[in-house]
């Protein structure tokens, strides 16, 4: 996995860099930056890079959740894990994510929009990333022993919470 870093390092960059600047200060990633540089300065910030930057709104909704896809399934494609005596391939786990995260947009259990697009961003980032860049590794059980790749993997799934629009 080391070799994907890069790519992972550059797409939670972008989204990172989406979030703050054109999202809504209410989300959780932008409530720590606000606690960390004040209110003022991070709407003065992102006053000034909004007017010197204007973004598609596919670009700010749709854009930041597939390259989340793209990043966690580069994490996962290493590994498996056994349910039920069957063996669950990791890559394909992203993919289930998106799909009930915009269910439970759809049916009100989570904030945000029900968006085929979304849908259609994430799939096409998760093709990027489990069939164009190649691992040539055999899988690991997820797990069975913790280490460094494994906790990243586990941890790239719970970046999806920064997101989270607090009330």
């Not at 930057?53 to 596919?58: C, Q, S, T």
């Amino acid at each position: 996995m080391k070799k994907h870093y890069w790519y992972i390092l550059f797409a939670l960059i972008i989204s990172l860099f989406i979030y703050v600047f054109y999202r809504t200060d209410k989300t959780l990633v932008n409530q720590i930056i606000i606690q960390l540089i004040s209110f003022k300065t991070y709407q003065s910030l992102k006053q000034t890079v909004t007017a010197s930057l204007p973004l598609n709104e596919y670009l700010i909704y749709s854009l930041p959740e597939g390259l989340w896809v793209f990043c966690i399934t580069l994490t996962s494609k290493e590994f498996y894990f056994d349910l039920f005596k069957k063996r669950i391939n990791c890559v394909f786990i992203p993919l289930l994510f998106v799909v009930v995260l915009e269910l439970f947009q759809l049916l009100h259990i989570t904030n945000g929009h029900f968006d085929f697009l979304d849908i259609g961003i994430s799939l096409f980032f998760w093709f990027i990333a489990a069939k164009i860049i190649d691992t040539q590794q055999r899988l690991e059980n997820l797990f069975h022993s913790l280490n460094y790749n494994s906790a990243f993997c586990l941890l790239s799934y719970c970046i999806i919470y920064l997101a989270h629009v607090i009330h």
